[in-house]
């Protein structure tokens, strides 16, 4: 395929993978990297560095619409980035050592996660008391709602610190933005509204993907004719995705997403194993 | 400054290094596709050649202008780090500039990497 050509599949796919994962809220960034290796034969590494850098844009790009309507906690976001940087920088350290087909393994199981978290029944983190750790950094915050503003605390601060290390090792060892894990750690474990844990996720993606991506430019993984088509398609996709978004009942497409979702997986999993990579 | 005024700047931040980012990377994406676009692809096998920051004066033009577009957008969140910093230094939180400084170290740290 000619470069002309290969880019406007690149872009085309990029688009389609930042629209649904806008809508479904899984981000599109995890769906790139499979369908770059599996269906178009771009080496692993660098299908991470294009993902990686469309991850900061979609993040960035999001999290501006975010911050400005309030429910970010900053504060939040600020301290658990010192765990997500110092994991993002360790997992981008290990891609060198750990063999494409390993990655590729573990990129199946962090999909077929994401596939299956996308798709159950969101059970409300319980509300717990207040962490002492909370109120010496300021965690407890609020937020508006339309029956006035709600105020929350914050617990197991932690345990949330130390899943989010978890987190940032992902995102740097697969190029991804691992916002899934992150919105886990703060709904379900630290008792922090969904509202504000999704967008607060969506505001550190971008500081934890860029901790990566020093790396991954040191080591090449980032092609600029590969991370053009990619970054463009997925920011484009998921800016049209956000403002669908408002409007649509996203139960049957966030479905089907997780089907595809899941195949990929499989496919990596099984390209893993069978040593493709 | 209050947190609200923080906030929209932040806002304005990333929304100004995002923009900036996309049109570099769209120019020079245009320029590349003019110069090589009848080329063939070849992303199956990792060669490493755009390697650090160096890359970005060794690169042809329309390369380059693509790489300094993704660097604009890697930049951004870390301006972002900065400019927090600088936020809880006006307002004397003195643990959030110690927590924001270590994320800055971390992500300086990062980059360094590939200065060489």
Redesign the interface.
């Known amino acids: ?7 406007a599949v690149v872009f085309a796919v990029s688009a389609l993978a930042g629209f649904l994962g806008a809508l479904t809220g899984l981000g599109g960034g995890v769906v790139v990297t499979p369908v770059l290796t599996i269906l ?7 299908a991470m560095g294009a993902s990686l ?1 469309s991850v ?2 979609t ?3 999001a ?3 975010y ?2 309507e ?1 429910f970010s906690n ?2 939040v976001g ?2 658990l ?2 765990a997500t ?2 994991g ?2 360790a997992g ?1 350290h290990l891609t060198a050592v750990i063999p494409a087909s390993a990655l590729a393994v573990a990129f199946g199981v962090v999909l077929l996660y994401s596939a299956w978290q996308s798709v159950r029944a969101r059970a409300g983190g319980a509300r717990r008391a207040s962490d002492p750790l909370a109120e ?3 965690l407890n915050s609020s937020y508006p709602a339309i029956a006035g503003v709600v105020h929350y605390r914050v617990s197991y601060v932690k345990a949330g610190f130390s899943m989010m290390f978890g987190a940032g090792l992902l995102s740097g060892l697969l190029g991804i933005g691992s916002g899934a894990l992150k919105v886990v750690a703060m709904d379900q474990m630290m008792g922090i509204p969904f509202k504000v844990s999704t967008t607060t996720s969506n505001f550190m993606i ?2 934890t ?7 991954y ?4 993984y ?8 990619v ?2 398609g997925v ?1 484009a996709g998921s800016l049209l995705g956000a403002r669908e978004l408002a409007g649509t009942r996203t139960r049957a497409l966030r479905l089907v997403f997780a089907v595809v979702v899941g195949a990929l997986a499989i496919e990596m999993l099984y390209s893993g194993v069978s040593g493709k990579f | 400054m209050t ?2 005024r ?3 700047m ?3 931040l ?2 100004t ?2 923009a900036l ?2 049109g570099l ?2 120019a ?2 245009l320029w ?2 003019e110069v ?6 070849h ?11 160096g890359a970005l004066a060794r ?1 042809p033009g329309p ?2 202008l ?2 300094a ?2 660097l604009v ?2 930049a ?3 301006a ?2 900065v400019f ?1 910093l600088v936020a809880f230094a006006l307002q004397r ?1 003195r ?2 500039i110690v ?2 400084t ?2 800055l170290a ?2 300086l ?6 200065l ?1």
């Not at chain 1, 395929?1 to 880019?7: L, S, Y």
């Not at chain 2, 090589?36 to 692809?41: E, F, K, Q």
């Not at chain 2, 992303?43 to 920051?53: C, I, K, P, S, W």
Request: hydrophobic letters at 55%; charged letters at 15%.
């Open positions: 395929m000619n470069v002309a050509a290969f880019t178009l034969g771009v080496d692993l590494h660098y850098v900061i844009a993040s960035s790009g999290a501006a619409a911050v400005k309030g900053i504060r600020m301290f980035e010192i940087t110092l993002a920088v981008a010496r950094l300021s971008g500081v993907a860029a901790a990566g991506a020093g790396i430019l040191s080591r090449g980032i092609d600029p004719g590969l991370a053009m088509p970054m463009l920011l | 947190d609200e923080f906030d929209s932040i806002a304005s990333l929304r290094g995002v980012s996309a990377a769209f020079g994406g590349f596709l090589s676009g009848r080329g063939i692809a992303y199956g096998r990792f060669t490493a050649d755009v390697r650090g920051l690169l390369q380059a693509i790489f577009g993704l957008l890697i951004t969140p870390v972002r780090v927090s939180d643990v959030y927590c924001t270590l994320v971390v992500l740290y990062s980059i360094g990497t590939a060489w």
